[in-house]
């Protein structure tokens, strides 16, 4: 039974009454910017994949380097020998930057970029792979706007006082990383590269802006993309990245290749050296000497986050692994932790969830039955992909060495990278998962039209197999109808069943959705998150209109599932309280101002409270489980929004 604060109200606010309790009881770690159920339950996966580690670790066998267990181990290991990273200092990562200072003339930074990229290195612009967007059977190649050290193009030029303050920091963290690497003039380089990237946000789209499918995507010849920016020599990069040259091909924000020609052209070449050591420097910084760590840290993480202290290095290491062989690590915690009677019972709530969306459309006032029609045939053509991947990545070819840390971080981007590149001209292989199986979250793919839950987050509190139907659906059950609710956002929609950028509504149809989607953004745009911040409700569209959607089919298909039983009560509470009960406490959690501030900006989901207090106001049959009136806070009456 949920442990609640009954000094609050439920109608006066439910999140402090569902969660006050939990938060007390479970301050913010002064590593972490922020603390919640999420939180934990991911700090208790490195748990148990620390202890895995250190078993395969303790126990070596050099004889056979290709065994998964092996690879992982001896990453980790390399990762926790503090001893040698700080005795070897730079010397793994001079073969880069002599790169850079070797730079002769403006010809040769196709090559190098090449290098860097391939590296892991985010300048200039990036290239990579993705499905194309009018023909979802095929992957294609992608040039994207890249090469920035803070978040988003707002930071360099918004002009209150803590944006100023934080591009201080910002260059005050260049100059001082600079000068820990030997360099002279690093006060001056610090300027200089902030220029530059002050010039490459001008010209990159902000993350509202590229939210929109069509902000995004604009396919061109590869004769197109030499017009557009000549500074590069396409020919040759592609030839350095491994891959043919591509007939056609995604220039993601063409105005920005444009505009990085003209800057590279107006660049002096030592200009262009600065930027490059900066930013490779700041891609490796946590696989250098501790004192690029800690400055490090004391930028993004302090300064940014609001974090007190830096994790423990085996958390950061465990962490490192996962993102270098999350599916060699993942069948390590798929064996602890996921069983099959889980993905069973998982399979059974998608099945009544979107079941209950399909009996939604047809309630639809507002929706034409037109549009209806093209709505029900998405949602036959989604599918689900639950726990782990079907057929297991191979990583043999990727080279480990327990002495090298820094060198297997460079070749974990390597291979990713031609991992990458391999797909551009194949056929989509909609098995893949963007996610690895430890990991606390879960995600709709417009392109795939279909959701992923990896393993990581069906464990309590999100999916409990000892708790009753209402909790699970309220926690685990809201979420699964969130990622669903995704195909139908204000950029899924743009979606259809196979994957494809293809408008299927009727122009009335997508009128009416944009009047209701406004809504949202009005109401959680006027939520504060810290002092004169408030929560950006266009940033943050697609996720409400996924919160909204999501509780309300999770609700119904509870109902149905219940059937006679809806009325029964547990510990006092009916299921409808115990449905709201489960929702609301897989948001319980607080966090520091500086994350307050960053999550509002920055992250298109919104901060805990609201996703609770916000959703649910919507809500009439939480009105009348917990016998709210209609003048209570938690009640939004006439003026509720709803898309779904």
């Given at each position: 039974m949920p442990v609640v604060d009954n000094g609050v109200n439920p109608c006066e606010n439910f999140f402090l009454h569902a969660c006050s309790v939990w938060n007390k009881r479970n301050p913010i770690p002064a590593d972490q910017p922020r603390w919640g159920t999420f939180n934990k339950l991911a700090d208790d996966n490195l748990a148990l994949l620390h202890d895995e580690l250190e078993k395969l670790a303790a126990h070596p066998t050099p004889d056979n380097s290709s065994f998964e267990?092996?690879?992982?181990?001896?990453?980790?290991?390399?990762?926790?020998?503090?001893?040698?990273?700080?005795?070897?200092?730079?010397?793994?990562?001079?073969?880069l930057l002599g790169r850079i200072n070797g730079l002769?003339?403006?010809?040769?930074?196709?090559?190098?970029?090449?290098?860097?990229?391939?590296?892991?290195?985010?300048?200039?612009?990036?290239?990579?792979?993705?499905?194309?967007?009018?023909?979802?059977?095929?992957?294609?190649?992608?040039?994207?706007?890249?090469?920035?050290?803070?978040?988003?193009?707002?930071?360099?030029f918004r002009d209150d006082e803590k944006s100023k303050q934080q591009r201080t920091a910002y260059v005050t963290h260049i100059q001082k990383m600079m000068e820990l690497a030997g360099l002279p003039d690093a006060a001056a380089k610090a300027q200089t590269v902030m220029t530059i990237e002050t010039r490459l946000a001008d010209a990159s789209l902000d993350r509202v802006a590229m939210r929109e499918p069509e902000n995004r995507y604009h396919l061109k010849t590869f004769a197109e993309?030499?017009?557009?920016?000549?500074?590069?020599?396409?020919?040759?990069?592609?030839?350095?990245?491994?891959?043919?040259?591509?007939?056609?091909?995604?220039?993601?924000n063409p105005d920005y290749m444009k505009r990085e020609n003209e800057l590279i052209h107006s660049l002096s070449l030592a200009d262009i050296k600065t930027y490059l050591t900066w930013r490779t420097l700041s891609a490796y910084a946590n696989w250098l000497p501790d004192a690029f760590v800690q400055e490090n840290f004391n930028f993004y993480e302090r300064t940014m986050r609001g974090?007190?202290?830096?994790?423990?290095?085996?958390?950061?290491?465990?962490?490192?692994?996962?993102?270098?062989?999350?599916?060699d690590l993942g069948k390590y915690f798929v064996a602890r932790a996921f069983g099959p009677e889980k993905k069973a019972r998982?399979?059974?709530?998608?099945?009544?969830?979107?079941?209950?969306?399909d009996e939604t459309f047809p309630t639809l006032t507002w929706m034409s039955k037109e549009t209806q029609a093209k709505a029900h045939a998405k949602l036959d053509a989604f599918t689900a992909k639950i726990g782990y991947p079907d057929k297991w990545r191979d990583y043999s070819a990727l080279a480990v060495s327990r002495g090298d840390a820094l060198g297997n971080a460079l070749r974990a981007?390597?291979?990713?990278?031609?991992?990458?590149?391999?797909?551009?001209?194949?056929?989509?292989?909609?098995?893949?998962?963007?996610?690895?199986?430890?990991?606390?979250?879960?995600?709709?793919?417009?392109?795939?039209?279909?959701?992923?839950?990896?393993?990581?987050?069906?464990?309590?509190?999100?999916?409990?197999?000892?708790?009753?139907?209402a909790v699970n659906y309220g926690a685990i059950g809201v979420v699964i109808g969130h990622e669903i609710s995704h195909g139908f956002d204000d950029q899924g929609r743009k979606f259809d069943g196979d994957g494809n950028l293809k408008d299927w509504w009727t122009a009335d149809d997508a009128a009416q959705f944009k009047t209701r989607a406004q809504c949202l953004v009005d109401q959680y745009g006027g939520y504060v998150a810290d002092g004169d911040v408030k929560e950006n409700g266009k940033l943050k569209l697609g996720e409400n209109t996924a919160d909204n959607g999501g509780?309300?089919?999770?609700?119904?298909?509870?109902?149905?599932?219940?059937?006679a039983k809806k009325d029964e009560k547990i510990g006092g509470l009916t299921a409808a309280q115990r449905f709201f009960y489960g929702f609301a406490q897989v948001w319980c959690g607080e966090a520091r101002p500086e994350y307050r501030r960053l999550q509002a900006q920055t992250d298109p989901h919104s901060l805990g409270e609201y996703r609770v207090n916000g959703t649910l106001s919507n809500m009439k049959e939480f009105a009348e489980a917990f016998n709210c009136k209609p003048t209570d806070k938690m009640v939004a009456g006439d003026k509720a929004c709803r898309v779904w």
């Amino acid at each position: 039974m949920p442990v609640v604060d009954n000094g609050v109200n439920p109608c006066e606010n439910f999140f402090l009454h569902a969660c006050s309790v939990w938060n007390k009881r479970n301050p913010i770690p002064a590593d972490q910017p922020r603390w919640g159920t999420f939180n934990k339950l991911a700090d208790d996966n490195l748990a148990l994949l620390h202890d895995e580690l250190e078993k395969l670790a303790a126990h070596p066998t050099p004889d056979n380097s290709s065994f998964e267990g092996q690879r992982v181990a001896d990453f980790y290991a390399a990762c926790m020998d503090e001893k040698g990273i700080e005795a070897r200092g730079l010397v793994p990562l001079q073969p880069l930057l002599g790169r850079i200072n070797g730079l002769k003339s403006k010809k040769a930074l196709t090559s190098l970029l090449v290098d860097l990229h391939i590296a892991g290195v985010n300048a200039f612009h990036r290239v990579g792979q993705q499905q194309d967007y009018k023909d979802a059977t095929q992957v294609i190649a992608g040039v994207y706007q890249g090469g920035l050290g803070l978040p988003d193009k707002p930071y360099y030029f918004r002009d209150d006082e803590k944006s100023k303050q934080q591009r201080t920091a910002y260059v005050t963290h260049i100059q001082k990383m600079m000068e820990l690497a030997g360099l002279p003039d690093a006060a001056a380089k610090a300027q200089t590269v902030m220029t530059i990237e002050t010039r490459l946000a001008d010209a990159s789209l902000d993350r509202v802006a590229m939210r929109e499918p069509e902000n995004r995507y604009h396919l061109k010849t590869f004769a197109e993309l030499r017009k557009l920016d000549p500074a590069i020599d396409w020919a040759a990069y592609v030839r350095g990245a491994g891959i043919k040259q591509p007939a056609t091909l995604n220039v993601s924000n063409p105005d920005y290749m444009k505009r990085e020609n003209e800057l590279i052209h107006s660049l002096s070449l030592a200009d262009i050296k600065t930027y490059l050591t900066w930013r490779t420097l700041s891609a490796y910084a946590n696989w250098l000497p501790d004192a690029f760590v800690q400055e490090n840290f004391n930028f993004y993480e302090r300064t940014m986050r609001g974090a007190k202290e830096m994790k423990p290095r085996w958390k950061r290491c465990v962490s490192a692994t996962d993102t270098a062989l999350g599916e060699d690590l993942g069948k390590y915690f798929v064996a602890r932790a996921f069983g099959p009677e889980k993905k069973a019972r998982m399979l059974q709530m998608v099945a009544d969830i979107r079941k209950s969306l399909d009996e939604t459309f047809p309630t639809l006032t507002w929706m034409s039955k037109e549009t209806q029609a093209k709505a029900h045939a998405k949602l036959d053509a989604f599918t689900a992909k639950i726990g782990y991947p079907d057929k297991w990545r191979d990583y043999s070819a990727l080279a480990v060495s327990r002495g090298d840390a820094l060198g297997n971080a460079l070749r974990a981007e390597s291979f990713e990278f031609h991992y990458d590149m391999a797909k551009i001209g194949k056929p989509v292989d909609k098995g893949e998962w963007g996610m690895t199986p430890p990991t606390v979250n879960a995600y709709y793919s417009s392109t795939h039209n279909d959701i992923n839950f990896p393993a990581g987050i069906l464990q309590p509190p999100f999916f409990d197999s000892a708790a009753d139907d209402a909790v699970n659906y309220g926690a685990i059950g809201v979420v699964i109808g969130h990622e669903i609710s995704h195909g139908f956002d204000d950029q899924g929609r743009k979606f259809d069943g196979d994957g494809n950028l293809k408008d299927w509504w009727t122009a009335d149809d997508a009128a009416q959705f944009k009047t209701r989607a406004q809504c949202l953004v009005d109401q959680y745009g006027g939520y504060v998150a810290d002092g004169d911040v408030k929560e950006n409700g266009k940033l943050k569209l697609g996720e409400n209109t996924a919160d909204n959607g999501g509780i309300r089919v999770a609700y119904r298909a509870l109902m149905k599932r219940l059937g006679a039983k809806k009325d029964e009560k547990i510990g006092g509470l009916t299921a409808a309280q115990r449905f709201f009960y489960g929702f609301a406490q897989v948001w319980c959690g607080e966090a520091r101002p500086e994350y307050r501030r960053l999550q509002a900006q920055t992250d298109p989901h919104s901060l805990g409270e609201y996703r609770v207090n916000g959703t649910l106001s919507n809500m009439k049959e939480f009105a009348e489980a917990f016998n709210c009136k209609p003048t209570d806070k938690m009640v939004a009456g006439d003026k509720a929004c709803r898309v779904w």
